[in-house]
Antibody, heavy 118, light 109 residues
């Protein structure tokens, strides 16, 4: 069964760092592009970052560029988001999503909660 | 950074039809923005209903359809069911910049 499982969330102090992981099963991970999206409590969705299947093309939202780094390990079927210089406004549920065919968001994980204490 | 606009809320009667729209601060929404539509119910992850303006995934109910309408992206829900009550988000691509709309809360009442 296709599954995306995020992990690595938790409570961190402002200015701190966290590394999120997204473990993928049921897909040919190395053939698919990936995205990170977040959702602050009670708010809408915010696209954060995209990485293509070979890591040759990477994009970031302005809100995280220079602080967050997306990466992937195709041998481990895993996607990562290294988050540095965290701020209170980074508190959110972080989702990974896998593309398939022409769709960038074929399947979503259930999310991992990040809370940044001010 | 472009701004994507959506109706904050809409109400539809069971069995009725409602159209949600997705506008762009940069001008008309076209197929080159590859509009997506997502459904999210409280406490759940989003699911993707429509991609590339009109394309559906295998799980997308036939009562949902995507289009371009009056310079905006559009999601039409026909024959609304109680289980369609949710928040719907659109998403537009701007050549390396990607933006979600603020969402439309749809009530089936």
């Amino acid at each position: 069964d296709a599954q995306l499982v995020e992990s690595g969330g938790g409570l961190v102090q402002s200015g701190g760092s966290l590394r999120l992981s997204c473990s993928v099963s049921g897909f040919t991970f190395s053939a698919e592009n990936m995205n990170w999206v977040r959702q602050a409590p009670g708010k809408g969705l915010e696209w954060l970052s995209y990485i293509d299947k070979t890591s040759d093309n990477i994009f970031y939202a302005d809100s995280v560029r220079g602080r967050f780094t997306i990466s992937r390990n195709n041998a481990r079927n895993s996607l990562y988001l290294q988050m540095n210089s965290l701020r209170a406004e980074d508190s959110a549920v972080y989702y990974c999503a896998i593309g398939y065919g022409a769709s960038w968001f074929f399947h979503w994980g259930q999310g991992t909660l990040v809370t940044v204490a001010p | 950074q472009p701004v994507v606009t959506q109706e904050p809320s809409l109400t539809v009667s069971p069995g009725g039809t409602v159209t949600l729209t997705c506008g762009s601060s940069t001008g008309a929404v076209t197929s080159s923005h590859y509009p997506y539509w997502f459904q999210q119910k409280p406490g759940q992850a989003p699911t993707t209903l429509i991609y590339d303006t009109v394309d559906k995934h295998s799980w997308t109910p036939a009562r949902f359809s995507g289009s371009l309408l009056g310079g905006k992206g559009a999601l039409t829900l026909s024959a609304a069911q109680p289980e369609d009550e949710a928040t719907y988000y659109c998403f537009l691509s701007y050549s390396g910049v990607y933006v979600f709309g603020p969402g439309t809360k749809v009530t089936v009442l």
